[in-house]
C-alpha cells in the first residue's frame, strides 16, 4: 500500500465533503446525499414562504388595522405556500431554532434554507454571501450550533474553492486563515450543542484537514479525536450516509499505514490507532446500504479494499458500478470535477486488474 494512502498524508483524506489535498490540488467533494430532489422543492417553498413573509411584513407596515382584520387572508397565503410542500426532514433546527415571526425578523429556518442552498451551489459569490450571513447570524445569535456549524462549513468550503481555483497557492497564509476559522466555528458548534451531530460531523471533516499543516506527531495525535468526532456524528445522525463513508476513510487510512509510520506511532503512543480491513468494510457497505447511488467514491474504496484482500471479481465489479454511475449535478467546477478524478483511478485500476478477475 502506498504511503500516499497512508494515515499521515491527510492531503488525501478525502470524504465526500473533506477537502482533498495532494500534489498540489485541493478539491471539495460535498454532494447532496439525501433527498436531492426534496430539498430542491423544499428550499422552492421556502423562498415562496419568505417572499410572502415579506409582503405580509410591509403590508403591516402601511396598514396594520387593515391586516390585523384580515387574519382569514393571511392564513390562506401560508396555506397557499406550504400546500405542496414535501415532508421535511428532522434535524437539530427543529431543536434550538427560535420560532419565527412577522416582528422585523426573518425565521431562521427560512435563512438557513437559503444559506445551504447557496453552500451546495458553491462557487465564490455564493459563498462568501453564504458566510456573511452567517457571520451575522453568530453575532444576533450566540452560542447557536446551527449557526455556528454552518459557519464553519462556509469557511472550509472558501478555502477549498480557492485552492481549486488557484492550487499553486496550496497552504497560503489566507487559505490558513479560513481553515484555521473554520476550525474554531466548528469548535464553537460542538460546545453550543453535544448533542448535533452536524457539528461533530463538519469537526471530523475540518480537523481531518487542517492536519496537514501539522508535524507528524501531532498528526497522529489527531488520529483519536478525528475518530471520536466521526462516531459522535454517528451516533447521534445513525442515518447519515457520509458519517460512515467517514468512518469508513478513516479506519482505511489507519489500515494502510507504513510501517516506518507504525514504528513512529508506536513510539508516541502505547496504544497507537488501529484498524481492521472488516471494519473499514463495514463502514463503507453501510454507507452504501444507506444510500446505494450517493458516492463514486465510496465504489472507489471498495474496490481498493477488494484488492487489499486479493478478491479481485469484487474489486471489478466495484470499480465497474462507479464508473457507471453519473457524476454528480451539482457545482460542476468542485464536484464534477472530484467524481472525474475517482472514475480516472478507477480506469487505471481496472486496466491493471480486471485480467485477475475470473468472470
Known sequence: MSNQDGFFSFRTF?????????????????????????????????????????????????????????????????????????????????????????NGRRPLEILFAEIDAQMDDAGPENLRAANETLK???????????????????FFLLASDDLLINPSNDGSDDQKDLMKKAFEAAEMAVE????????????????????????????????????????????????????????????????????????????????????????TMDAFLKAKELNPKQSIDNCLYLAKCYLCKKDYNQMVSWLREGLNMKGSSRDVRICCYTDLKSKEEMKQLLSQYQSYATN
Open 14 to 102: 478525502v470524504v465526500s465533503g473533506i477537502v482533498v489535498i495532494g500534489s498540489g490540488v485541493g478539491i471539495v467533494l460535498y454532494q447532496q446525499y439525501v433527498f436531492a430532489q426534496t430539498q430542491r422543492q423544499l428550499i422552492h417553498e421556502v423562498r415562496k414562504l419568505s417572499r410572502n413573509v415579506s409582503k405580509l411584513e410591509s403590508q403591516l407596515k402601511k396598514d396594520p388595522v387593515a391586516l390585523s382584520a384580515s387574519e382569514e387572508e393571511v392564513e390562506d397565503i401560508f396555506l397557499d405556500a406550504s400546500e405542496s410542500e414535501p415532508p421535511t426532514l428532522k434535524s437539530d433546527v427543529e431543536r434550538i431554532s427560535p420560532e419565527g415571526g412577522i
Open 136 to 154: 451575522g447570524l453568530s453575532n444576533t445569535e450566540p452560542g447557536n450550533a446551527e449557526v455556528c456549524w454552518r459557519l464553519a462549513k462556509s
Open 192 to 279: 453550543a450543542d453535544k448533542q448535533c451531530g452536524e457539528a461533530f460531523k463538519w469537526l471530523a471533516i475540518i480537523r481531518g484537514s487542517i492536519t496537514q499543516y501539522l508535524p507528524i506527531q501531532e498528526q497522529i495525535k489527531s488520529a483519536y479525536d478525528i475518530k471520536e468526532d466521526i462516531l459522535a456524528s454517528i451516533r447521534l445522525n445513525p442515518n447519515d450516509s457520509l458519517s460512515h463513508h467517514m468512518l469508513g476513510r478513516w479506519c482505511f487510512s489507519v489500515y494502510s499505514l507504513s510501517w516506518f509510520e507504525r514504528r513512529i506511532a508506536s513510539t508516541l503512543f502505547a496504544s497507537p490507532p488501529t484498524a481492521t480491513l472488516e471494519e
